[in-house]
């Protein structure tokens, strides 16, 4: 439900104070990796090795096979073991790389489809990979082991077989998409707030992307039961550093607050023939720890199960929680999702600019290596039937540092055009995000959509920690991430709509509510205050919260799939050549005037996100993708009542 304008300030002034004590890292000056100096000799390492996958070709016709329904192989999904053995690393090269780790005094502890696991002491890694340790704290206090110079080098027999070895590198780090939200103007008493800014819990987006109702019942594939489209057999993966509060997801659905002396309320259960949902923990690599309130990823893990499951209740979420973001946790989470195999749809709800792993920003030394490996990994779990999704990130196009201020930084540089890893990734769904904006019906907690908008807010200039001084960095954006890869080749099914790029992969592919004007906004330079935002409502640590991101917008796609998935009777692996597909037909079908039920996505929507532009009418774009969801008809159930207003039986 949305909030009543008439009690627009007090809603504020109680959901400011729970976002006071949380970091904005995007403003803020970014905290730094502490070094303490020179690990001790004897002290145990582990590491992982990825080796290169075989047959790469044929994967890559396997991958579009399961994805043209014209194919035998269609939605034939492998186990990880038929993986391993049609596509996994070379047996040779596996066992010739353990021999070489084991004289290096090494142990292998594990071997996974692509990787092996690996322990010995700091001496061995110094010896083998000529570099010195040092212990480092990062910002969450983590104590890690870096390389000295932020890279091993490989010994000619590991390297010449593709080898890679991404742990050592910390300074290798991945942000959250999510930021809390800033105080937005107070309207007329006399219109709802939904009139000029939006505050959504996710029952109200359901209406507004005019979800199927919840009472719709329909017959899935490889079913003769008419089934509750609700998510009920799906199972939602979330790759986070944090776990939750279990107390806070329980709040979203069911909950009452004063605003203003009156009552908020969620009230699921009471029309419901579902349970409310709940979240399973798995660790990786031993987790980060208890959920701890004053960090963005707690944030982010918080916000991140209630979008997904707000939009399919009906389905069941592993949350996979490691102990930070950096590339080697990263990976070592995603290779634990595809090992484990028991997630349909991954949603992450971070990234790092892709330039960060070139070789021009690291001093003449190529990290992409890291980037292929992972690419690899989201392979393996396409070909399983895994869906990937990853939020398009905040900081609208330009989203990097420059080259200059990455190798020297200084004062007065500004950021530059560049995209998000991992949603820069062919085989991973980048989403994107708007304002939206929904009608206004005194006296009735509905959200029926209205508009939306893609324009950026400017930021004040970013601070980083740099020694004992902090550098300025301008340019600083907040808007839809979106652009063109420049490590990742255009895939085939870009070619179905006009990308804006002939050879590269483009960013995002679709987009819902992201929400604007953030707590570091240039009221200066466009006081966002005064023009359409929008944002969510989430509960953290107890309290209600208002929230924005594409953290918000790519959990609530993960949603949407969840009941794809128990439509279609099971995975769907890469969905984006069937959203590239739909806009096709769309466009095909008239566009912005095609019969109602071939109009998938929204096409009147304008905006730019400080780099690229969109327009009504348009089919893709760099800032919003193929454009925002009517999903019911994308689920293809264009006949289906749509949900109605929150807390009633069809949107409970």
């Not at 349970?275 to 963005?296: E, H, L, Q, Y």
């Amino acid at each position: 439900m949305r909030i009543r304008s008439f009690v627009t300030g007090a809603v504020l002034g109680a959901l400011a104070m729970t976002c006071a004590s949380l970091p904005d890292e995007a403003s803020a000056a970014a905290a730094m990796a502490q070094s303490l100096g020179a690990a001790k000799q004897d002290a145990s390492t582990q590491f992982s090795v990825y080796l290169p996958l075989t047959h790469t070709a044929a994967l890559e016709q396997l991958l579009k096979e399961q994805t043209d329904e014209a194919s035998s192989n269609y939605h034939r999904w492998l186990t990880p073991a038929q993986f391993k053995n049609q596509f996994g690393p070379s047996r040779a090269d596996v066992a010739r790389t353990r021999s070489l780790l084991e004289a290096a005094g090494f142990t292998v502890t594990g071997e996974q489809t692509q990787s092996l696991q690996v322990t010995g002491p700091v001496w061995a890694v110094e010896k083998a990979f000529a570099t010195q340790l040092q212990q480092v704290k990062m910002p969450k206090g983590r104590i890690r082991l870096e390389a000295s110079n932020h890279h091993l080098t490989l010994p000619q027999a590991l390297s010449a077989m593709g080898a890679v070895i991404p742990q050592f590198t910390p300074h290798l780090i991945s942000h959250t998409h999510s930021r809390p939200g800033r105080k937005l103007a107070t309207i007329s008493p006399q219109a709802r707030l939904s009139s000029d800014d939006s505050f959504f819990y996710p029952n109200d987006l359901n209406e507004a992307y005019q979800l199927p109702s919840f009472r719709t019942e329909v017959v899935p594939l490889h079913s003769r039961k008419p089934a509750q489209i609700a998510g009920v057999g799906a199972t939602i993966g979330i790759v986070i550093s944090s776990v939750i509060n279990p107390d806070d997801l329980a709040k979203t659905f069911n909950s009452s607050f004063l605003a203003g002396g009156v009552p908020i309320n969620q009230n699921y259960s009471a029309n419901s023939n579902l349970p409310v949902p709940t979240v399973k923990i798995r660790k990786v690599n031993g987790g980060s720890g208890a959920f701890d309130p004053t960090t963005a990823d707690a944030f982010e893990a918080s916000l991140d199960t209630q979008m997904s499951l707000g939009t399919a209740p009906g389905a069941k979420e592993i949350l996979y929680d490691m102990p930070d973001l950096s590339n080697d946790s990263v990976l070592d989470a995603y290779t634990a999702v595809v090992e484990d195999n028991k997630v349909d749809v991954v949603n992450s709800s971070f990234g790092e600019c892709e330039l960060d792993f070139t070789a021009a920003y690291n001093g003449g030394t190529d990290f992409t290596s890291i980037l292929k490996a992972q690419h690899a990994i989201f392979q393996q779990g396409n070909a399983q039937g895994i869906t990937f999704l990853a939020s398009s990130g905040d900081s609208g196009a330009p989203a990097c540092v420059s080259k200059a201020f990455a190798n020297n930084p200084t004062n007065g540089t500004n950021f530059v055009l560049g995209v998000e890893n991992p949603a820069d990734d062919p085989n991973v769904t980048a989403v994107g995000g708007t304002n939206l904006q929904t009608s206004a019906t005194p006296g009735v907690d509905d959200a029926a959509y209205k508009s939306e908008n893609a324009d950026f807010d400017p930021r004040l200039p970013a601070q980083f920690q740099v020694g004992s001084q902090l550098v300025s960095v301008g340019n600083n954006t907040w808007g839809s991430g979106g652009g063109i890869s420049q490590v990742f080749p255009k895939p085939l099914y870009q070619f179905l709509v006009n990308t804006g790029s002939a050879t590269r992969r483009t960013v995002p592919d679709v987009s819902l509510m992201m929400g604007g004007c953030p707590g570091d906004a240039d009221l200066a330079a466009l006081d966002c205050t005064a023009v359409p935002r929008s944002a969510v409502i989430m509960w953290f640590d107890g309290s209600p919260t208002l929230v924005i991101g594409t953290s918000a917008s790519s959990p609530e796609m993960a949603g949407v799939l969840a009941l794809a998935v128990e439509l279609n009777g099971g995975r769907l692996g890469n969905v984006n050549p069937l959203i590239y597909a739909l806009s096709a037909i769309q466009t095909l079908a008239g566009g912005t005037r095609a019969p109602k039920a071939f109009q998938y996505f929204h096409r009147n929507i304008s905006g730019n996100n400080n780099g690229f532009a969109v327009k009504p009418g348009q089919a893709y774009s760099e800032v919003l993708g193929n454009s925002t969801l009517i999903v019911k008809n994308f689920l293809q159930l264009p006949l289906a009542a749509p949900a109605g207003t929150p807390n009633t039986p069809s949107n409970p």
